[in-house]
């Protein structure tokens, strides 16, 4: 019954907070028509042939395998469909299945499930509350910033006391207000975002409480506040791996490069640490020490890495790099060991042997130790085993124009804003890097119109007007160059920047002889 009432309260709350100007649920929108998002929609998916011999927990044993160790989500996400078939009440397998198919950009079937777990009669507060956090958050990733806040409100109806979602109301509400629509008729919310400090109210919650409360700060880029939570989990229990692997990267986000050191060295010196928690903190590690500019450790990791999982080819390349980088300086490299580079990854070799999640990855990885061409590869390999990979396309767009391989960029970036169903976020970034590229280019007129179009998806993104105001000023088109650098100062006054840019624009008007 608990489960059945809080189900209809959080219901309630999703249709009463629609107002004003604010399309609802399933109203036609400005990106490809209606958004289905309440009504729970079933996605079947083939089995494989001996799924008749395991359980709905085996299957989400599997699925957890496939998705946690292995990083094989379109696999993971059929092992959940498996145990969902055997046992229509699991919700950590919708769950689950849902997280699969954000990370595979099947947002409509993300939301489906979490729909699904939403609207379950017998639905625990536990389960109710992750399903409408998740949810908002893909919403809110997904430019609806109405149905997000109307989650975010549902989640904290549930559980007042969890500050993670005031953040990311707050921030939701902000969003949605910056494209014109009118919140006035949004109640407001009394109790202010609470800032998490470290060990507050550690006692009333468990170090995996803590751990899911990072994940969700993370999922809405508080960086700052995850990494306190994450903090809080890691002083409940000093040998939670992930706690420490998810602070190092929201420190690696905010810069703090030092502590995000520290923390992957204690990752590295546990007794107990299992291989693949070694093997990626020793990756990671290496790739900041690598950005860092201090190529011997990278080395160093690399190696070890290496000596852990001698198949993993792209630590042989990032090693090779960081290798080449050293001796730049000066520095003398006779002394390394020399180790058998890894084999190319080339479009036709092994075509069979990975899925597009797993070429995906590998790219990632490559590109993030500064391989761009053999990341390009990878890439490409993702593509072609799943042509609507979003993000395997904008990483190759991106892997093209650091090779100077600007055309096919182009052509990258061009697909993807043609797709009949990519959402907002991937859209509004292709056109923002498309642009920036035909600026590099000198197509200054394309590069405007791009820039003009991402402006209409996102007014309240700030350096979007820099980027086109730059370009109107090698255009010589002082006067809309400088409207754009105030409309920049608008939402944020204290951008530095965007001022000197202004000054050198009316700087250069003046000397037409016309006036602002």
């Given at each position: 019954?608990?489960?059945?009432?809080?189900?209809?309260?959080?219901?309630?709350?999703?249709?009463?907070?629609y107002?004003?100007?604010v399309?609802?649920?399933?109203?036609?929108g400005?990106?490809?028509?209606?958004?289905?998002?309440?009504?729970?929609?079933?996605?079947?998916t083939?089995?494989?042939?001996?799924?008749?011999?395991k359980?709905?927990?085996?299957?989400?044993a599997?699925?957890?395998?496939?998705?946690?160790?292995?990083?094989?989500?379109?696999?993971?996400?059929?092992?959940?469909?498996?145990?969902?078939?055997?046992?229509?009440?699991?919700?950590?397998?919708?769950?689950?299945?849902?997280w699969?198919?954000?990370?595979?950009?099947?947002?409509?079937?993300?939301?489906?499930?979490?729909?699904?777990?939403?609207?379950?009669?017998?639905?625990?507060?536990?389960?109710?509350?992750?399903?409408?956090?998740?949810?908002?958050n893909?919403?809110n990733?997904?430019?609806?910033?109405?149905?997000?806040?109307?989650d975010?409100?549902?989640?904290?109806?549930?559980?007042?006391?969890?500050?993670?979602?005031?953040?990311?109301?707050?921030?939701?509400?902000e969003?949605?207000?910056?494209?014109?629509?009118?919140v006035?008729?949004?109640?407001?919310?009394?109790?202010?975002?609470?800032?998490?400090?470290?060990?507050?109210?550690?006692?009333?919650?468990?170090?995996?409480?803590?751990?899911?409360?990072?994940?969700?700060?993370?999922?809405?880029?508080?960086?700052?506040?995850?990494?306190?939570?994450?903090?809080?989990?890691?002083?409940?229990?000093?040998?939670?791996?992930?706690?420490?692997?998810?602070?190092?990267?929201?420190?690696?986000?905010?810069?703090?490069?030092?502590?995000?050191?520290?923390?992957?060295?204690?990752?590295?010196?546990?007794?107990?640490?299992?291989?693949?928690?070694?093997?990626?903190?020793?990756?990671?590690?290496g790739?900041?020490?690598?950005?860092?500019?201090?190529?011997?450790?990278?080395?160093?990791?690399?190696?070890?890495?290496i000596?852990?999982a001698?198949?993993?080819?792209n630590?042989?390349?990032?090693?090779?790099?960081?290798?080449?980088?050293?001796?730049?300086?000066?520095a003398?490299v006779?002394?390394?060991?020399?180790?058998?580079?890894?084999?190319?990854?080339?479009?036709?070799?092994?075509?069979?042997?990975?899925?597009?999640?797993e070429?995906?990855?590998?790219?990632?990885?490559?590109?993030?130790?500064?391989?761009?061409?053999?990341?390009?590869?990878?890439?490409?390999?993702?593509?072609?085993?799943?042509?609507?990979?979003?993000?395997?396309?904008?990483?190759?767009?991106?892997?093209?124009?650091?090779?100077?391989?600007?055309?096919?960029?182009?052509?990258?970036?061009?697909?993807?804003?043609?797709?009949?169903?990519?959402?907002?976020?991937?859209?509004?970034?292709?056109?923002?890097?498309?642009g920036?590229?035909?600026?590099?280019?000198?197509?200054?007129?394309?590069?405007?119109?791009?820039?003009?179009?991402?402006?209409?998806?996102?007014?309240?993104?700030?350096?979007?007007?820099?980027?086109?105001?730059?370009?109107?000023?090698w255009?010589?088109?002082?006067?809309?160059?400088i409207?754009?650098?105030d409309?920049?100062?608008?939402?944020?006054?204290?951008?530095?920047?965007?001022?000197?840019?202004?000054?050198?624009?009316v700087?250069?008007?003046?000397?037409?002889?016309?006036?602002?």
């Open positions: 019954m608990k489960g059945l009432f809080l189900a209809l309260v959080v219901s309630m709350l999703a249709v009463s907070l107002a004003g100007d399309p609802a649920v399933g109203e036609e400005t990106l490809g028509g209606p958004v289905a998002i309440v009504a729970p929609v079933p996605v079947p083939p089995e494989p042939a001996d799924a008749t011999d359980t709905a927990e085996e299957w989400l599997e699925g957890r395998e496939l998705w946690w160790y292995e990083d094989r989500f379109e696999e993971a996400s059929v092992a959940f469909t498996n145990a969902i078939e055997r046992d229509p009440t699991l919700v950590r397998a919708y769950n689950l299945r849902a699969m198919y954000y990370m595979l950009d099947r947002y409509d079937e993300a939301l489906a499930d979490y729909a699904t777990i939403i609207h379950m009669d017998s639905v625990e507060s536990d389960d109710l509350l992750e399903a409408l956090e998740e949810r908002g893909l919403l990733r997904m430019g609806l910033y109405a149905e997000a806040v109307a975010y409100t549902a989640a904290i109806a549930v559980a007042p006391e969890k500050q993670s979602n005031y953040t990311a109301r707050e921030q939701a509400l969003r949605l207000a910056a494209t014109g629509a009118d006035s008729g949004y109640d407001e919310i009394s109790q202010p975002t609470p800032r998490l400090e470290p060990g507050a109210d550690a006692a009333g919650k468990t170090a995996n409480d803590w751990l899911a409360e990072g994940r969700s700060l993370w999922y809405a880029d508080c960086h700052e506040e995850a990494s306190v939570a994450f903090t809080n989990a890691i002083e409940l229990d000093p040998k939670l791996v992930r706690a420490y692997n998810l602070r190092a990267w929201m420190y690696y986000m905010l810069d703090r490069y030092d502590e995000a050191l520290a923390d992957y060295a204690t990752i590295i010196h546990m007794d107990s640490v299992e291989p693949d928690d070694l093997l990626e903190a020793l990756e990671e590690r790739n900041l020490y690598n950005r860092m500019s201090l190529y011997a450790e990278a080395v160093a990791d690399y190696t070890a890495a000596l852990l001698p198949e993993k080819q630590n042989y390349t990032a090693r090779d790099q960081a290798l080449a980088r050293l001796a730049a300086t000066g003398d006779s002394g390394y060991e020399e180790m058998q580079p890894a084999p190319r990854p080339e479009l036709e070799a092994d075509a069979t042997s990975k899925t597009a999640s070429w995906y990855e590998e790219g990632y990885t490559l590109w993030f130790a500064d391989q761009y061409q053999d990341a390009s590869v990878a890439f490409s390999k993702a593509i072609e085993l799943e042509p609507q990979h979003v993000r395997a396309l904008n990483l190759r767009a991106w892997m093209y124009y650091m090779l100077d391989r600007y055309e096919e960029a182009l052509a990258d970036y061009t697909t993807i804003i043609t797709m009949d169903s990519v959402g907002r976020d991937d859209l509004l970034e292709s056109l923002e890097e498309r920036n590229l035909l600026r590099t280019m000198g197509l200054y007129p394309e590069a405007i119109a791009d820039y003009t179009t991402a402006i209409v998806l996102a007014p309240e993104k700030q350096n979007i007007y820099v980027s086109r105001g730059l370009t109107y000023e255009l010589e088109q002082y006067q809309e160059a409207a754009d650098y409309m920049a100062l608008s939402l944020k006054p204290d951008d530095e920047l965007a001022q000197i840019f202004r000054d050198g624009a700087e250069k008007l003046a000397a037409t002889g016309a006036g602002i």
